[in-house]
């Protein structure tokens, strides 16, 4: 399955931006997606993840201003994110899993990888 991310952009700190991760060359209704956001120089962390069955993980610091859902109808999964803060500047990327829930998406290696979209949030 081919992931493609859209929706990122230049942004002012406060603002919202709606990531969507279409899939392609594959059904996804039965793979948990996930999001990740990589900083220059860092290892990707993990953000949030959405089960097959819709159900939302969220990373710590994530507080409630992230909110991941999914759409199998148009095999699209997304990352909605309120309150832009500076520090949320990264390039955002979606994976899709071979099963449909993890307890923990960091010690699981995806099936595919989008190619990411840049979110940069100015102050």
């Known amino acids: 399955v081919q992931l493609v991310e859209s929706g990122g952009g230049l942004v002012q700190a406060g603002e919202s931006l709606k990531l969507s991760c279409a899939a392609s060359?594959?059904?996804?209704?039965?793979?948990?997606m996930a999001w990740f956001r990589q900083f220059p120089g860092k290892e990707r962390e993990w953000v949030a993840a959405?089960?097959?069955?819709?159900?939302?993980d969220y990373a710590d610091f994530v507080k409630g201003r992230f909110t991941t859902s999914r759409d199998n109808a148009k095999n699209v999964a997304f990352l909605q994110i309120d309150n832009l803060r500076p520090e949320d500047t990264a390039m955002y990327y979606c994976?899709?899993?071979?099963?449909?829930?993890?307890?923990?998406?960091?010690?699981?290696?995806?099936?595919?990888w989008g190619q990411g979209t840049q979110v940069t949030v100015s102050v």
């Open positions: 994976a899709a899993f071979e099963w449909g829930y993890y307890s923990d998406y960091t010690r699981v290696s995806p099936i595919s």
């Open positions: 959405v089960s097959n069955g819709g159900s939302a």
């Open positions: 060359g594959g059904d996804i209704r039965f793979n948990a």
